[in-house]
């Protein structure tokens, strides 16, 4: 999953305190790589506020799933961890999944 | 290297040989003066924020010369966003940094010239544009610092240039030779000079034919041979040589203005942007001070640690609660976020010019700017009324850390029981470094004369309203047919 950050001029929120969360609380589900890498499946925008201003484009093709506040981040962590997410996603395929 | 970390940046300057004075004597090692280098570090946080993915998106841009990533402070505005995102880098920092990161003034500088060596080839067929652009691709490919010196010394204000008793009051030609000119004059308050790698020149006033010799543009490397620097005060300042770090206020960060001389100095052709084409001094003039106007962006950031400061000494002093002091925050806010406004709205209603830069709309640039004028005085008096007296009448941190006094000091100076005295001490430093210490020179009298002073603003939002369109809607709504003039 890359992680593409909005530059963070007045965020709500703490992002990069938030990001950890997620990266904690998902432990091994899921693995954050730098927006440039190459095997990027999914990105995960992290926008400071609703205005969402980080830019995407380097991402055509690619599902998106942008927060832009706290519950949007609890959300995100609930689905991963209920493993709807990436499934519904398409990251993952229920016959490869060798996790539950 | 299209973007350099804070650590080269720091190398980098060590390789300069600037001529430098302060307090009367040689500065030899600038780098690691006590006094200067919290402003080298401001400006490294330039270098070091657009290196952090949780800031790059706004840190930096494509370079429209070669495609690559490059530090934001080097780009030429290609779009809206462009200038959006300027302003927004201005807020980060200034939040970041609590003081002036100096870098705006050459970025402005570069974006200024981007379009008037555009235009002055396009009347004349000179080749300025393509000089420009050569000299823009060194400066992004290296990660420049620029300091963008426009202000002369001016003398007698009332005097044109070519008036003045002494010539040298307006940076001017004294000779041309074949592989170059020879410049005189001096450059003041210039912003983090010492901290950059080169200086570029603009004219400081629109200028008529007989003016031709002071109407000059051109770059230089900071440490080009005859460029002095006398480092400017700053109130407070040689608190930076004290032992503790308490009463600095900000621990990290800082400015400075230098007056910058240039005895006899020699620049190459291809490092002059312009040269006598006296009828666009005014347009880089109107150019520059637009996208600086700008820049005051920096501004609310450093108004939003002003207003973080004055919360957090109100709940250590108990008041937090009190309606007067949640009113006074709020009205801190409204007038931070109109200040934020005005540079997000002269942004994203620029325009392209015909050079391709985008650039931001002049009345509202002016408008912010005007705003930035007052309101962080404003601010600065509600931070100070919260904080109470004693950020103007705390003894030192020395007295605080002495054996025989400290312990009235913590005594008497504590207010929430649950906050050490010390912490309640930093916070009102902090509160009097940014409104009348050594940020204060940056949050409130660049404030004030920084890209001009009110009244440049209001002469060019007196030209740029459209008076006559304001009558006619008056006139038609209470009936009044258009006068046959
Ligand atoms: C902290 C700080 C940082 C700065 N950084 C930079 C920088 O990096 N680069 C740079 O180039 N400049 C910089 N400046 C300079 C800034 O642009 C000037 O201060 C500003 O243009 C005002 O010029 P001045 O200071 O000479 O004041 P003055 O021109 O002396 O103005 C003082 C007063 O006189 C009035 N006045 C001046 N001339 C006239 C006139 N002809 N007719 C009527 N009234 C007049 C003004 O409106 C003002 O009210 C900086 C200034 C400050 C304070």
Redesign the pocket.
């Known amino acids: 999953m890359a992680l593409k950050y909005c530059g963070g001029c007045n965020p709500l929120y703490n992002r990069v305190a938030v990001v950890k969360h997620i990266e904690k609380a998902c432990g091994d589900l899921i693995e954050f790589v730098n927006p440039e890498h190459r095997d990027v499946v999914f990105v995960l925008a992290v926008q400071g506020c609703k205005v969402a201003c980080a830019d995407l484009t380097q991402f055509k093709g690619i599902p998106i799933r942008i927060i832009t506040c706290v519950e949007d981040a609890e959300r995100l962590v609930n689905e991963i961890i209920e493993n709807n997410f990436l499934y519904e996603k398409g990251v993952r395929s229920q016959n490869s999944e060798s996790r539950s | 290297m299209a973007i350099m970390n804070a650590g080269q940046y720091e190398e980098s300057l060590r390789k300069l040989n600037l001529v430098v004075y302060m307090f009367g004597k040689r500065v030899k090692n600038v780098v690691d003066n006590p006094i200067i280098r919290p402003s080298m570090s401001a400006v490294a946080a330039t270098y070091e924020l657009a290196n952090k993915p949780e800031h790059e998106d706004i840190m930096t841009a494509t370079s429209h010369l070669t495609g690559k990533k490059i530090n934001r402070f080097c780009h030429i505005h290609q779009s809206l966003d462009d200038l959006v995102k300027k302003s927004k880098m201005g807020r980060l920092l200034g939040a970041y940094t609590g003081c002036c990161f100096q870098r705006c003034?050459g970025m402005d500088s570069l974006n200024a010239l981007s379009i008037v060596t555009f235009d002055i080839d396009a009347k004349y067929g000179t080749e300025y544009n393509k000089r420009f652009l050569k000299y823009l691709e060194y400066v992004q490919e290296n990660d420049l610092t620029c300091?963008?010196?426009?202000?002369d010394p001016?003398g007698d204000?009332?005097r044109a240039p070519h008036q003045q008793s002494d010539p040298d009051m307006f940076m001017h030609v004294v000779e041309e030779r074949k592989d170059g000119i020879v410049v005189r004059g001096a450059?003041?308050?210039?912003?983090g000079a010492l901290n950059s790698h080169e200086i570029i020149i603009m004219p400081t006033i629109s200028m008529r034919e007989e003016d031709k010799d002071y109407a000059i543009s051109f770059a230089l490397p900071s440490d080009a041979k005859g460029i002095v620097y006398i480092m400017g005060r700053q109130s407070c300042d040689t608190r930076k040589l004290e032992k503790g770090t308490i009463d600095r206020g900000n621990q990290f960060y800082g400015g400075h203005?230098a007056l910058v001389v240039f005895d006899n100095v020699f620049v190459p052709w291809e490092r002059v942007f312009m040269y006598k084409e006296y009828e666009f001094a005014g347009s880089l003039v109107e150019k520059f001070a637009s996208y600086h106007r700008q820049s005051y962006a920096c501004k609310v950031g450093v108004g939003d640690v002003l207003i973080g400061a004055a919360q957090t000494i109100a709940e250590y002093n108990g008041v937090q609660k009190a309606s007067h002091i949640k009113d006074k925050i709020i009205e801190m806010n409204h007038l931070n976020e109109t200040l934020y406004c005005g540079c997000i709205a002269c942004a994203s209603q620029g325009h392209k010019e015909p050079s391709g830069t985008y650039y931001v709309n002049t009345l509202l640039a002016n408008v912010h700017k005007q705003n930035v004028t007052r309101f962080p005085y404003e601010i600065s008096r509600l931070a100070q009324d919260i904080a109470g007296g004693l950020m103007v009448t705390l003894p030192s941190e020395e007295d605080f850390k002495s054996t025989d006094v400290g312990k009235w000091v913590e005594k008497y100076y504590k207010a929430n029981p649950n906050v050490p005295t010390e912490n309640r001490m930093r916070i009102l430093r902090l509160i009097e470094n940014i409104t009348l210490g050594t940020a204060a020179?940056?949050y409130l009298?660049?404030s004030m004369?920084?890209?001009?002073?009110?009244?440049?603003q209001r002469i060019m939002i007196s030209r740029q309203v459209n008076l006559k369109e304001k009558q006619r809607s008056a006139k038609r709504l209470c009936g009044i047919e258009e006068e046959v003039k």
């Open positions: 003034v300091d963008g010196a426009m202000t001016k204000r009332g450059k003041a308050h210039q912003t203005e020179v940056g009298t660049e004369h920084g890209a001009g002073s009110p009244q440049a």
